[in-house]
């Protein structure tokens, strides 16, 4: 069941801005018209392969490349070596830093160490894929096997493996958040404290279409063109330029269409970029696409927290505060975001929706032989509401009260906001309670613990876990992005253009990859000009047509970039508002708008349409003095805040009293975006999400042995989830407007990955409390939770 309408056809909506309006993007997905990286092709295309580190920690010792230069077909061969020789440093730029943060190289090409297995260490160009592919295994590689270390906590701890020079001990960065006194002190005076060691486990982001660049270069216009699977075509022009010392004015970077990305394709990789340095040496095209295990092995991996967490309490169920500490994995090198997941994309939200009085967490950023971190669908966010929540499970349990009731208890009071946490954190708007009402009154709570108590008594274990959550997105304002380390402003940019016939084009610099911003901008403008949805059309994801822009990412799209465009039809509506009124002979004051409509305060029959003003102002036979003639405006959109949206999931399992086999009972998901400009894919956003928070929850985790090799490297081996394995959701929302956009939005496009986890590992919990299981790291398998019960009865038993 869902509380949200199907989609309708955008004629028949009263107002566009929040109907469920059919999505536009969808119909050349449908139809096979969909144009990917991988589609594009050229007359004298070339094709690049990596021959990649089989180990996770060597020196390399010598490169034989002589049997793939051999190979006819093969156009160039490329080492370390050859890029040093261009002149170019090509290493990743890390963009987010934090104090004393190390940074060492991350070249595009291994030099004489690999730090991760998967490393690009040679490429090969060829005629063809295959051939390139093969001549790349051709490639002889002398390696001087290290030992490996794949576990921050143990990357940290003396003896350990080193990996790079400039950072004793593995110590990337040194992190704190917090009051440490007063936390101490609340601690102190504590009546109950619970604490808890996690893990939060690596995640794989499987796009549908793997990362993918073809790169081209004119050498007579000197301009570069990259097509290239990206969420941010202009910060990764920005990136490549950097890192290839070329000329940002030259360079187009263009997305086409993306088979998803969900904050695997934000960041610049040293593959994208050697792609388009061949094609710069070569001056030919080159296209690269990653195979799925080769993405598996060199894309960023999600998560990795190793983490210790308390919560101090009083008798009567009140949280005094939080001490946390964890080692976040950067992986073999610091990734363009890589520094900002286990700090400021984390810790400040670790208190969730509770008041207490104090918080105190530390970090320790680790380098480690495993692919470096990245953002993924969440980025720190997931990680601090599996912290808390995890925590808020365990204190109910320990204070003897319903999990609801003491969440409820603590929650931050609706009449406190914009309310300052203990991280310094401004939360814009809340209602904590509304969500939490509906999702028990959805799932029937009272009822289910009822059952709950009459099926344990048959020995039968029925789990009730609830998630309660609020995170940060929105990413700006630039001004607080500079102060946590980030080297870049997170605005961004709105165009909107009539055209001379009244249709309307409008740019922005997000850039979407499955989200539905064709459909959902074209809402909120065409509303806002009162011209018809079919007469808008959206254009992102190309540097060259969109004049600026930041991309789609920390789901900032709606709140950023859709205020952003707001704000030009805005300004767009008061410059047309001008020619009408000199066209209708009278003040600016006298005319009304609406419907697209400019009239006369009461004179209704004399008006003049905004499409014919448009027309009109591109004839400028007849504007008003000193006004330019035509129709388009831009803004740069810096917003206020971050965005604090929230909800309450609540999920119901069985677990097998024999097997532990776990079924789904029941998912029900009640959600707060603010305002919503189309219920319907606000929807299919918390679908998706929350298909990726049970895949972590129940199924995913990236595996590495003690060499440092991935064990699940392919699809066979990494349990990416199906739909036939994830329960039906019940969604629906509550709407808490955001007081500083002008939208009224806050984004939703992670709230589902950052919901779930905890939600199936509260649940199993719940279920298993009977034999004294109180945490089970995820993913919980069924042989996790065998395990675990196995463990408890053991334990019990005292035997073992
Ligand atoms: N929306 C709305 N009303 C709101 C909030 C959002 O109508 N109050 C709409 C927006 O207009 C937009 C969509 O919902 O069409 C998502 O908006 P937003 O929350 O602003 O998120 P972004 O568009 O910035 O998308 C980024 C977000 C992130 S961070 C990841 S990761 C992610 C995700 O979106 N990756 C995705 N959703 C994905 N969906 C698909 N299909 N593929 C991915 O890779």
């Known amino acids: 069941m869902s509380s949200t309408p199907e989609f309708i056809e955008a004629h028949e909506a009263q107002r566009l801005r929040g109907s469920p309006v059919r999505r536009r993007e969808d119909r050349p997905m449908l139809t096979g018209d969909a144009q990917y990286t991988d589609d594009i092709s050229r007359e004298d295309l070339l094709h690049l392969a990596f021959t990649r580190s089989h180990h996770a920690h060597a020196r390399v010792e010598a490169i034989d490349t002589s049997a793939a230069e051999a190979m006819e077909g093969v156009v160039a061969v490329y080492t370390a070596a050859d890029v040093a020789a261009s002149g170019v440093e090509g290493e990743v730029p890390p963009v987010w830093l934090l104090p004393e943060l190390k940074t060492p190289p991350y070249p595009m090409l291994a030099r004489e160490r690999v730090r991760f297995q998967g490393q690009p260490v040679a490429a090969v160009v060829a005629e063809r894929r295959y051939l390139a592919a093969d001549a790349a295994d051709a490639i002889d590689v002398t390696y001087e096997k290290l030992d490996a270390v794949t576990s921050p906590g143990a990357a940290t701890t003396e003896g350990a493996p080193q990996l790079h020079e400039e950072a004793p001990n593995n110590v990337a960065a040194e992190w704190e958040i917090g009051d440490k006194e007063d936390t101490d002190a609340a601690f102190d005076r504590a009546d109950h404290t619970v604490e808890l060691d996690l893990v939060n486990q690596r995640l794989l982001p499987t796009a549908m279409e793997p990362r993918a660049v073809l790169a081209e270069y004119n050498a007579s216009t000197e301009k570069a063109t ?10 990764h022009r920005r990136f490549f330029c950097e890192m290839l010392d070329f000329p940002e004015h030259r360079m187009r970077v263009v997305a086409p269409d993306v088979g998803g990305g969900f904050g695997s394709k934000d960041s610049a990789h040293p593959d994208e970029a050697l792609t388009i340095w061949a094609a710069l040496q070569l001056e030919q095209p080159v296209k690269w696409v990653a195979t799925r295990t080769e993405g598996y092995a060199s894309t960023g991996h999600g998560r990795g927290h190793e983490t210790h967490a308390e919560m101090a309490l009083s008798d009567d169920g009140d949280i005094l505060a939080i001490r946390v500490h964890t080692d976040g994995d950067l992986g073999g090198y610091v990734s363009t975001f890589g520094a900002l997941n286990p700090t400021w994309g984390y810790a400040p939200m670790l208190p969730g929706q509770y008041a207490m009085e104090a918080m105190h967490c530390t970090v320790t950023e680790a380098f480690t032989n495993a692919v470096p971190t990245e953002p993924y669908r969440g980025a720190g966010r ?58 028990l009154e959805l799932v029937g709570y009272d009822d289910l613990r009822a059952r709950q108590a009459e099926l344990r008594a048959e020995g039968r274990y029925l ?115 001008q020619i009408a009124a000199h066209q209708l002979e009278v003040a600016t004051e006298d005319l009304e708008f609406e419907s697209g409509e400019f009239s006369v305060t009461g004179a209704p029959d004399r008006a003049i349409h905004i499409q014919e003003v448009a027309r009109q102002a591109y004839l400028a036979h007849d ?76 199924f995913e985790g990236v595996v590495y042995d003690e060499g440092g090799n991935l064990v699940t490297g392919s699809m066979q081996d990494y349990a990416v989830p199906k739909a036939h394995q994830l329960p039906h959701f019940e969604t629906d929302h509550t709407v808490t407007p955001c007081p500083h956009n002008p939208l009224g939005v806050k984004g939703v496009g992670e709230a589902g990955t950052i919901a779930a986890p905890q939600a199936v590992v509260n649940a199993v919990c719940d279920a298993l409390s009977p034999l004294g299981v109180d945490h089970i790291d995820m993913p919980v398998t069924d042989e996790a939770v065998w395990q675990a019960m196995n463990r408890a009865a053991a334990t019990d038993g005292g035997a073992e």
């Open 463 to 577: 789990g009730i876990g609830i998630s309660s959550y609020v995170e940060s997105c929105g990413y700006g304002p630039s001004e607080i992005v500079g102060q946590i380390g980030g080297q870049l402003g997170l605005w961004e940019t709105g165009v909107v253009r009539f055209h001379p016939s009244g249709k309307v084009t409008v740019f922005c610099g997000t850039s979407g990859h499955g989200q539905g911003h064709q459909t959902t901008y074209a809402q909120i403008v065409a509303d806002e000009l009162g011209v018809d949805f079919d007469d808008v059309d959206v254009v992102e994801g190309d540097t060259d047509e969109v004049p600026m822009g930041m991309g789609t990412y920390g789901s900032r799209s709606v709140t950023v970039g859709g205020a952003a465009v707001l704000t030009s039809a805005r300004k767009a509506v008061e410059k047309a508002r």
């Open 623 to 698: 504007l008003p003095e000193g006004l330019e003639p035509g129709l388009e405006e831009e803004s740069f959109y810096d917003p206020e805040n971050l965005v604090y949206p929230f909800g309450v999931h609540v999920v119901v399992v069985e677990v097998d009293a024999d097997t532990g086999e776990l079924s789904f009972e029941k998912y029900v998901a009640v959600d707060d975006c603010g305002e919503q400009i189309n219920p319907k894919i606000v929807e299919g956003q918390v679908h998706g999400a929350i298909a990726q928070g049970l895949g972590q929850g129940r």
């Open 226 to 235: 990259v097509h290239m699977s990206t969420q941010c075509p202009h910060l």
């Open 382 to 439: 997931p990680e601090a509401s599996y912290v808390i929540e995890r925590l808020v499970h365990l204190a109910a349990k320990e204070v003897e009260m319903d999990p609801a009731d003491l969440r409820r208890r603590n929650y931050i009071p609706s009449d406190e906001f914009p309310y300052e946490t203990t991280t310094g954190y401004l939360y814009d708007s809340g209602d904590y309670e509304k969500p939490l009402d509906r999702a």
